[in-house]
C-alpha cells in the first residue's frame, strides 16, 4: 500500500460533497425511449401506412360480404411481421449503449484527509487522490502525480496495440489526441504493471469515455442507400397506384357503372399493384446474404448491411489486428556488422533469416546466434505453442530466438535488474554453462552508451563505433521498427549479484527491429478492393510514421499521412479536400474518426468503417456500415456495429462485399420480376374496367376476382421469386465498379419492363377469358355461371403458366435464358412444379373452388392456356436481345456503368 506523506492528504468530505453536488455523480446515464414507442414508429413508414390504409378497406368490404377476408388478414400480417423485425433491430442499436455502462468501474481506492477508502466510483469527484497499481481499471480521467514503473493498456480508447508509459511530467500543446497525452490516465483503461497516484481531472460525461458516450448516442441509427432507395421507390410507386387506381374508379362510374362496383374495381386494383410481399422478399434476400456471409466468417446484425457492403466504395480500416497481424514480429536484426531479415509471422517458428536473400543458419553464425540468444534470454515472456504471455515485445524477441532453435531451460537465471521507464533498459544475469553472462537489452542510445566494443559475424571482439550503429538504428526507425539494441558482458566465474554499476565496458551485439506487420491475405485483399474501385483508407491510433511504413507495404495508394492534431480545426472544405486526397490517418481521436466517415459520406460515398475498439463506436455508428472485430474487439464496438468479423480479418471484409453485390444483382431480379407481374394483374383490372361498356362480359366480372389476384401476389411471390435468391453468383463481381447509391430502382429498364411484361402476362389473359368467356353470355346477359367461372379458371392459370414463361428468363437481367442451364437453379424447378400442384387444389378441390370461386376446366381448352407461356418469354427475350445490340443500354446499364465523377475519391460513379 502507498505511504502518503501531507502533500497527498486529499480532500476532505465536505469538499467532496459539495463537488459531488456541483458536477453529480461519476456515472454515465443515457434516456431511452419507451419499447411502445418504438414499436409505433416503425409503422410510420409509407409503405405500412398504405398497407394499413388498403387492410382497413378491405376489412370494411369484408363485413359486407365481398370476400376479401384472406386479403385483410395477409396485409395485416406483414405490416406486423416487418415492424417487429425493424424493432428487433432498433433493439440492437440501444446495446451499444449498455455495454457502455459496462465499462464503468464500479469502486475504486481513494485519498481524503490523508486516509485511504474504498469508495463507489460514481462519488469521485474532481480534486479526488485516486490510488492505481497493475490491474486496475482506471475509474474517471486523471493527471498522474506520481508513478512508478505504470504502464496503462489504452488500446480500447487509441488504438496503440502496446501498453503505454505513463509519467508526471507537463506536456506542451493544445488539441492533443488521447494518444499523446502520456501524462493522462484515462476513464475505463487498464493499468497492466507498476503503481501510480492521480487526482481526479474529469468524471461522468466530461471524461473522453464520456464524450465518445455522447457520440454514440448522438450519432443514431445511418439510413443504408438500400434503405433509401427502397423508400423513394415505395413512395413513388404507391403514389402511381393510388393515381391509377383513382382514376380506375372515376373511368367507371364516368362509364356508368355503380359506384359499388367501381370502388370495388378500384380497390382490387390497389390489392393487385401493391407488392405486399415485396417487404418479406428484402427481407428473405437480406437473410440469405447474412447466412452466406455468415459462412465466410461476416456475422451480420443488421440486416440492411448484407447488401450496403455490395455499394461500398471506401473501406474505412484499422489498422492492428484488421489490416495487421496484431503481434509484434522481429522482421529485421543487425548483427556482426550485417543486416538480415527475417521471415515468419505471429508465432511461426519456422522462419528464416536472411543475408542479401540467402538462407542463413543462426547456429552456423556466432555473431548473429548471440544476438538472438541476448533478446530470447534477457526476457519475462513465455511461449506455449500458438500462444504467447508477456509484454508483446518480448513475445516478439522470444519467437525470433525460437526461430534459431534456442530453448528456455538452457540457461538459469541469477539476476535482473527490471526495465524502468526512466531507465530505458534491462538487464539480467544468467548461468550458461558455468560461464556468468551479463546480457542487457534497451534503447538504442541508452545501451550503446554503455558499449566499448562489438561483435563480428564470427562472435569474436572488435573495435565498436558508435555512430555506425545508431546510424542504423535511426535507419530502422525511419522504416517504423520498434527498435531495441542488445550487448553482453562475461562477469568473473562465481558472480552470483547483479549491480548497476556491471552495466559498463559491454560488448555490442546489434538490434533487433520489429513490427506489427500486415498479413498477406490484407496485401491481397487491399489489391482486390482496387480491382472492385473500392478505396482502402487506413485510420489508427498508432504512430504516424509507423501508419505509412504499414500502408506502403499494404499497397495504399497515400503519399502522406495525417494526424489529428492536423484535422483538429479544419473548416468543412478543408476537411472535404483531405479525405479526397489522404489515406492514412495516424494518431486520431475518436471525433476525427466519425469526422473522416462523414467527410467521404458529403462526397457521396458508401462508407464501411472497421473498428475494436471503445474509441471505434461513434464512427461504427455513423458509417454505411460498421464493422467491428470478433475476436479482439470489445462489446461497445460489436454492439455498435452492422457486421462483426469472426476472423478479425480484413480480406473477410472483401468477401463480404461480393456477397453485398450478390445480394443486390438477386435484389433487383425479385424486384423486377415482381413489380410486372403485378403491373399485369392491375392492368386486367383497369381493362376489365375500361372495356366492360364494350364488351359486356368484362362488366359481368373480372378477369381475376380479387381473391385470385391476392393468390397470384402472395404464393406465386414466394413460389417463383424468392428460387430468384438462391441463383449463382455471376463471373466478376468484384471487377465491377461499385453501383451508384443514387441511382433509381424505378429507372428507365424497370419501366420499360413493366410495360413489356404487364402487357405480354395481362394480354393473353384476356384473350383467353374472352375466348372460353363469350359462350357464356347472351345478348349482353350471363346465360352460363358455370362456364363464366371456368373463364375466369382458365385466365388464372393462364397467368400462371405466362408467369412460368417470364421466371424463367428473368433468372438474368441481361444475359439470354439460353446462355444457361435450366437444371442450374433446382428451387426453381421446385418452385414451379409446386405452384402447378397447389394451383389444382382451388381448380378441382370443390370446398377450395368455392373460396377461390373456380371451377374444374374442360381437358380440351388446356393447350391454348398453355401457350400463354410464350408472350412473356419471348418478350423478355426480344428485349435482352435488342439491349445486347446496343438499344436502350446508355440508361438501363446506368447502373453497371458508372461514370467518373470530380467530386468524389477514385473509384466512385457518379
Not at 468543412?572 to 490517418?585: A, C, I, N
Request: hydrophobic share 45%.
Amino acid at each position: 500500500m502507498h505511504r502518503l506523506d501531507s502533500s497527498e492528504a486529499g480532500l476532505d468530505e465536505q469538499s467532496a460533497a459539495r463537488k459531488l453536488a456541483q458536477h453529480g455523480a461519476n456515472e454515465i446515464a443515457f434516456e431511452k425511449t419507451p419499447a411502445w414507442l418504438r414499436f409505433l414508429s416503425q409503422l410510420n413508414d409509407p409503405m405500412v401506412i398504405i398497407l394499413l390504409i388498403t387492410a382497413a378497406i378491405t376489412g370494411t368490404l369484408t363485413a359486407f360480404g365481398s370476400h376479401m377476408l384472406p386479403d385483410t388478414i395477409v396485409i395485416v400480417g406483414v405490416v406486423l411481421l416487418n415492424s417487429v423485425l425493424g424493432y428487433v433491430q432498433e433493439e440492437k442499436a440501444d446495446s451499444a449503449i449498455d455495454a457502455l455502462r459496462q465499462l464503468m468501474v464500479q469502486e475504486a481506492i481513494v485519498v481524503r484527509e490523508a486516509k485511504q477508502a474504498r469508495l463507489p466510483a460514481r462519488l469521485l469527484v474532481p480534486g479526488d487522490i485516486v490510488v492505481l497499481e497493475g490491474g486496475d481499471k482506471i475509474p474517471a480521467d486523471v493527471r498522474f502525480i506520481e508513478v512508478n514503473n505504470a504502464y496503462v493498456d489504452e488500446s480500447s480508447l487509441t488504438g496503440e496495440s502496446v501498453p503505454v508509459a505513463k509519467h508526471i511530467e507537463k506536456i506542451d500543446g493544445s488539441d492533443l489526441v488521447p494518444g499523446d497525452q502520456g501524462n493522462i490516465g484515462f476513464s475505463g483503461t487498464f493499468v497492466t504493471r507498476g503503481t501510480a497516484l492521480a487526482v481526479v481531472v474529469e468524471t461522468a460525461r466530461n471524461t473522453v469515455f464520456g464524450q465518445v458516450a455522447d457520440m454514440v448516442e448522438s450519432a443514431g441509427a445511418t439510413r443504408t442507400p438500400l434503405q433509401r432507395q427502397l423508400g423513394r421507390f415505395v413512395r413513388r410507386l404507391i403514389g402511381a397506384i393510388l393515381v391509377i387506381g383513382s382514376f380506375n374508379f372515376v373511368i367507371g362510374a364516368l362509364l356508368g357503372y355503380s359506384l359499388p362496383y367501381s370502388f370495388l374495381g378500384a380497390v382490387s386494383l390497389v390489392v393487385a399493384a401493391i407488392p405486399e410481399m415485396l417487404p418479406a422478399l428484402v427481407t428473405s434476400i437480406l437473410a440469405l446474404s447474412g447466412t452466406a456471409m455468415a459462412k465466410r466468417n461476416a456475422l451480420v446484425r443488421n440486416l440492411p448491411a448484407a447488401e450496403t457492403l455490395g455499394a461500398t466504395s471506401v473501406i474505412c480500416s484499422d489498422k492492428t489486428g484488421t489490416l495487421t497481424e496484431n503481434r509484434m514480429t522481429v522482421t529485421r536484426v543487425y548483427a556482426g556488422g550485417q543486416i538480415y531479415d527475417v521471415s515468419g509471422t505471429a508465432f511461426d517458428i519456422d522462419g528464416k533469416f536472411l543475408l542479401d536473400g540467402a538462407v542463413r543458419d543462426p547456429q552456423s553464425d556466432a555473431g548473429l546466434l548471440a544476438l538472438l540468444e541476448c533478446g530470447f534470454y534477457c526476457n519475462n515472456a513465455h511461449l506455449s505453442g500458438e500462444s504467447g504471455t508477456g509484454d508483446p515485445t518480448e513475445i516478439a524477441l522470444r519467437v525470433a530466438g525460437a526461430k534459431a532453435q534456442i530453448i528456455a531451460d538452457s540457461v538459469r537465471r541469477l539476476g535482473e535488474i527490471p526495465f524502468e521507464s526512466s531507465t530505458k533498459y534491462m538487464a539480467v544475469l544468467v548461468d550458461s554453462d558455468d560461464r556468468r553472462l551479463l546480457y542487457v537489452k534497451g534503447a538504442p542510445e541508452v545501451v550503446i552508451g554503455m558499449c566499448s566494443s562489438a561483435v563480428d559475424p564470427d562472435g569474436n571482439g572488435i573495435d565498436f563505433t558508435p555512430t555506425r550503429a545508431l546510424a542504423v538504428a535511426s535507419s530502422f526507425a525511419e522504416d517504423a521498427l520498434r527498435t531495441l539494441a542488445f550487448a553482453v558482458r562475461e562477469l568473473p566465474a562465481g558472480s552470483n549479484d547483479l549491480r548497476s554499476a556491471d552495466l559498463a565496458d559491454l560488448n555490442f551485439l546489434g538490434l533487433q527491429g520489429m513490427i506489427d506487420p500486415p498479413r498477406k491475405s490484407a496485401i491481397e485483399a487491399v489489391a482486390r478492393c482496387k480491382e472492385a474501385g473500392i478505396r482502402t483508407v487506413m485510420i489508427t491510433g498508432d504512430h504516424p510514421a509507423t501508419a505509412l511504413a504499414i500502408a506502403r507495404q499494404l499497397g495504399i495508394d497515400t503519399e502522406r499521412v495525417m494526424t489529428g492534431a492536423e484535422l483538429t480545426g479544419l473548416g468543412e472544405g478543408e476537411m472535404l479536400d483531405v479525405v479526397r486526397e489522404v489515406s492514412v490517418f495516424g494518431r486520431v481521436a475518436p471525433e476525427h474518426k466519425k469526422a473522416i466517415a462523414e467527410s467521404l459520406q458529403s462526397l457521396g460515398n458508401v462508407v464501411a468503417m472497421t473498428g475494436d475498439g471503445v474509441n471505434d463506436a461513434p464512427a461504427l455508428k455513423a458509417a454505411d456500415i460498421g464493422v467491428a472485430m470478433g475476436i479482439n474487439g470489445t462489446e461497445v464496438a460489436k454492439e455498435s456495429s452492422d457486421m462483426v468479423l469472426a476472423d478479425d480479418n480484413f480480406e473477410t471484409i472483401v468477401a463480404a462485399v461480393e456477397e453485398g453485390r450478390h445480394a443486390w444483382n438477386n435484389l433487383q431480379k425479385a424486384i423486377l420480376y415482381t413489380l410486372p407481374t403485378n403491373a399485369a394483374q392491375a392492368l386486367l383490372i383497369i381493362g376489365a374496367v375500361s372495356m366492360a361498356a364494350f364488351v359486356p362480359l368484362f362488366g359481368a366480372r373480372f378477369v381475376l376476382e380479387p381473391v385470385q389476384i391476392l393468390w397470384v401476389n402472395l404464393l406465386d411471390s414466394v413460389l417463383l421469386t424468392m428460387p430468384l435468391m438462391m441463383e449463382s453468383k455471376e463471373p466478376g463481381l468484384l471487377r465491377q465498379q461499385p453501383r451508384d447509391p443514387t441511382a433509381r430502382i424505378m429507372n428507365r429498364l424497370f419501366l420499360q419492363r413493366v410495360v413489356v411484361i404487364g402487357l405480354a402476362i395481362s394480354v393473353p389473359a384476356f384473350l383467353v377469358y374472352h375466348h372460353f368467356g363469350s359462350g357464356a353470355m347472351d345478348g349482353g346477359v350471363v346465360v352460363d355461371t358455370l362456364r363464366l367461372t371456368q373463364a375466369q379458371t382458365a385466365a388464372f392459370w393462364g397467368v400462371l403458366f405466362a408467369h412460368f414463361g417470364y421466371v424463367i428468363s428473368a433468372r438474368s437481367i441481361y444475359a439470354s435464358a439460353f446462355t444457361f442451364s435450366p437444371l442450374s437453379n433446382r428451387w426453381l424447378l421446385g418452385g414451379i412444379a409446386i405452384s402447378l400442384a397447389i394451383r389444382l387444389l382451388p381448380t378441382f378441390v370443390p370446398a377450395a373452388a368455392t373460396i377461390f370461386r373456380t371451377a374444374p376446366i374442360p381437358a380440351d381448352w388446356w393447350p391454348l392456356i398453355a401457350l400463354c407461356f410464350l408472350p412473356s418469354f419471348v418478350a423478355i427475350e426480344a428485349d435482352k436481345a435488342l439491349r445486347r445490340l446496343g438499344w436502350g443500354r446508355g440508361t438501363a446499364r446506368a447502373a453497371a456503368s458508372p461514370v467518373q465523377s470530380d467530386n468524389r475519391v477514385p473509384g466512385r460513379p457518379r
